[in-house]
Nanobody, 126 residues
Framework: QVQLIESGGGLVQAGGSLRLSCAAS????????VGWFRQAPRKERELVAA????????FYADSVKGRFTISRDNAKNTVSLQMNSLKPEDTAVYYCAAAAKHGGWALRGISEYDYWGQGTQVTVSS
């Protein structure tokens, strides 16, 4: 069993930066792929970025490519999402998720993720 806790959300002006962190419990977390998802009001949850177990494989949604960076520290059981040049359309609840299978891939499908955090709110004002 893995528990995920997100932190680092908040209110920021457009053009600003935030760094989200996902802290995990469980000895096997280092073998899991991890994804950051977001869900805006009245919209479906979407993948923002994903990373494989080693950190050597990553994926970014086109909407955040070049602005967001996902990274992980397996020694500390954490995965981070550095968000720069934030836009009002980035406003959403951001969720961290972990996949117990196929950890060698930066997984893109929401159904592939087994464990979810409670989410952290990110609000970008114009």
């Amino acid at each position: 069993q893995v528990q995920l806790i997100e932190s680092g959300g908040g209110l920021v002006q457009a053009g600003g930066s935030l760094r989200l962190s996902c802290a995990a419990s469980g000895r096997t977390f280092s073998s899991y792929a991890v994804g950051w998802f977001r869900q805006a009001p009245r919209k479906e949850r979407e993948l923002v970025a994903a990373i494989n177990w080693s950190g050597g494989g990553t994926f970014y949604a086109d909407s955040v490519k070049g602005r967001f960076t996902i990274s992980r520290d397996n020694a500390k059981n954490t995965v981070s999402l550095q968000m720069n040049s934030l836009k009002p359309e980035d406003t959403a609840v951001y969720y961290c998720a972990a996949a117990a299978k196929h950890g060698g891939w930066a997984l893109r499908g929401i159904s592939e993720y087994d464990y979810w955090g409670q989410g952290t709110q990110v609000t970008v004002s114009s």
